[in-house]
């Protein structure tokens, strides 16, 4: 089996590696490819990557290229993990919207549209060379804004499916507050990506009795606090909602907090740079703690049970994925992407069915998708006018005045990654 990584030289890449080492038995790679445009970083991660595997006594063997058509052919499976205009343009997306009182964020708000705009355009050609190359390869989409992105990949006609690792988090920190073991776990998880909610925790699987209350009962004040969001909160809502929705349920509260501390970009960006010494090392074989405050906890995880699955092996039966609603949420149309748990296997992924959402969501969840379907056209078609309208939409901007501004910032600080700009 070969699998490709399309962002290999990233710094999250050793964690995914960590996981396929662990976890050789459900997803046996014979070939792993790390395929980055950076031949310093790639070095780096590269070197660490295979001493992981050496220590844990993988035999499988990792390959490094910046040839991308080289890196992915034969590839059954390949992963994007990349991040277009890099760290630079993450704090960019961070910082700008605040200038108009808006969230800076590089996955929702007018940061997010930004990250689209230089994004989906990219992962296109990335796919078509995949599908050039292997027609039959799966791609696994880790890249954000990973509903719009796996979207574009799906109407394209790409074998794909995106992947988050805010389910497979919930479910690690629910089992280790209830004393059993993550596969007991199921989550009633649904929305759109970075936009969730869990409305159930079942044991033993999809037909499980909830124990939702009792979690909220014996330990609101901890999920709480790892939200940033009041427990009274959580108490009326009767639901776990994803951190990403503090954006959008205390909007203002987070804009003071962001104007008056450092971007997390910087702070991940400081971080790249103490990796990259670590990875530097010979001596190192394992993925060091500091990864660990990066972000993508437990992706590797994620990653590996996916693509065990679509490949036919030993993955979970039913996993938290972006794909195509197909009538699951009747309130969205059936070619949006949600996020949900699905039946994934070598067919693919098919969302289960979900119990009748609240309004106070589904309201939410229309709204956003109606922005994404405009974020996506301006994406693939580009125009001053498309990304307005997309802006405009946004339940987080939603005033003129701040869509023809952001309009221009978001232009004026991306026009090198916009073709028609």
Known sequence: MKLAVVGGGSTYTPELIDGFARLRDTLPVEELVLVDPAPERLDLVGGLARRIFAKQGHPG???????LDAGVEGADAVLLQLRVGGQA?????????????????????AGGLAKALRTVPVVLDIAERVRRTNPDAWIIDFTNPVGIVTRALLQAGHKAVGLCNVAIGFQRKFAGLLGVTPTDVHLDHVGLNHLTWETGVRLGGPEGESVLPKLLGEFGDDIAADLSLPRVLLDRLGVVPSYYLRYFY???????ELRTKPSRAS?????????????????LDEKPALLAKRG????SEAAVDLAASLLGGGGSPYQVVNTYNKGTLPFLPDDAVIEVQAAVGAKGA????????DPLYAGLMANVTAYEDLALEAA??????????????????????????????????????????
């Open 350 to 357: 098919t969302p289960l069915d979900v119990a009748e959402v």
């Open 61 to 67: 063997k990792i390959v490094t290229t910046s040839d």
């Open 296 to 299: 993508g906890a437990y992706y």
């Open 380 to 421: 693939l078609r580009g125009g001053r006018d498309r990304v307005f309208r997309a802006l405009l939409s946004h339940p987080l901007i939603g005033q003129y005045e701040y869509a023809e501004a952001l309009t221009d910032q978001l232009i004026a600080h991306n026009r090198e990654h916009l073709a028609w700009a």
């Open 250 to 256: 205390a909007h203002d509260e987070v804009v003071r």
């Open 89 to 109: 343009a993450r704090e960019q997306d961070e910082t700008w919207p605040l200038e108009c009182g808006c969230v800076g964020q590089e996955t929702t708000g």
């Open 267 to 283: 702070q991940v960006a400081e971080m790249e740079r103490e990796l990259l010494k670590m990875y530097a090392d010979p001596a």
